[in-house]
């Protein structure tokens, strides 16, 4: 059954340290993307991968890092240096190329408390 | 400066009546358009796409409508069912800055109410 995860789908945190957030998918996707939500904001694009070991920054890098040494996995670092790092954070894959490629699947999020 | 704009926060339809919901934009680099659904605490999920070169697209209940001159598109579900209330958001991507690879621009969405 063919799809993304997301673990855990709760978090929570003290305020200074960082926080690895996980994203697997099997659908043999070749881009990856890390978005987060804020309560009646959009999505915004934190980080996005079109291929293994390459990434580029979204409109909100600032204060996250991210990691894709293996196609199935692009976890998100939220560091300490993230200002506002209590949101909901969200996963996507997509096959990457031309119209197609615009096409984001989804996985369940990971809401991140930091205390 | 928000790219893609979704002026209502909220829609409150009756079951059975058509639903629209509106969706702005302002670059005129994108090129393709997308509506997903949300429910609370979870992933959205795609429910339908258009392209430029198009103006209407349809898929079962749903009817996605793109004015390139005026920027502006639109989904229609008819009829409206419970199940449809959900948050709804537009995104729009451009083919010209490398394909559909490097992520989507999202609206703040609508939340559509579907009422008994």
């Known amino acids: 059954d063919g799809g993304i995860t997301q673990s855990p789908k709760y978090l929570f945190r003290k305020e200074g340290q960082n926080v690895t957030l996980s994203c697997e998918q099997n659908?043999?996707?070749?881009?990856m993307y890390w978005y987060r939500q804020d309560p009646g904001q959009g999505l915004r694009l934190i980080y996005y991968?079109?291929?293994?070991?390459?990434?580029q920054k979204g409109d909100i890098a600032e204060g996250y890092s991210v990691s894709r040494e293996k196609k199935e996995s692009f976890p998100l670092t939220v560091t300490s240096a993230q200002k506002n790092p209590t949101a909901f954070y969200l996963c996507?894959?997509?096959?990457?190329?031309?119209?197609?490629?615009?096409?984001?699947?989804f996985g369940p999020g990971t809401r991140l408390t930091v205390l | 400066d928000q790219q893609v704009k979704q002026n209502s926060p909220s829609l409150s339809v009756q079951e059975g009546r058509i639903s629209i919901l509106n969706c702005d934009y302002t670059?005129?680099?994108?090129?393709?358009f997308l509506w997903y659904k949300k429910y609370p605490a979870e992933g959205p999920t795609f429910l339908i796409s258009?392209?430029?070169?198009?103006d209407k697209n349809e898929d079962g209940r749903f009817t996605v409508f793109l004015n390139k001159s005026a920027k502006h598109l639109s989904l229609h579900i008819v009829p409206s069912q419970p199940g449809d209330s959900a948050v709804y958001f537009c995104?729009?991507?451009?083919?010209?800055?490398?394909?559909?690879?490097?992520?989507?621009?999202f609206g703040k969405g609508t939340h559509l109410i579907i009422q008994p």
């Open positions: 659908l043999n996707h070749d881009a």
């Open positions: 258009i392209s430029s070169i198009k």
């Open positions: 995104a729009a991507s451009s083919m010209y800055s490398g394909g559909g690879a490097d992520g989507l621009t």
């Open positions: 991968s079109q291929i293994v070991n390459d990434f």
């Open positions: 996507a894959s997509s096959i990457g190329e031309g119209l197609a490629g615009a096409e984001q699947f």
């Open positions: 670059n005129s680099m994108f090129d393709y």
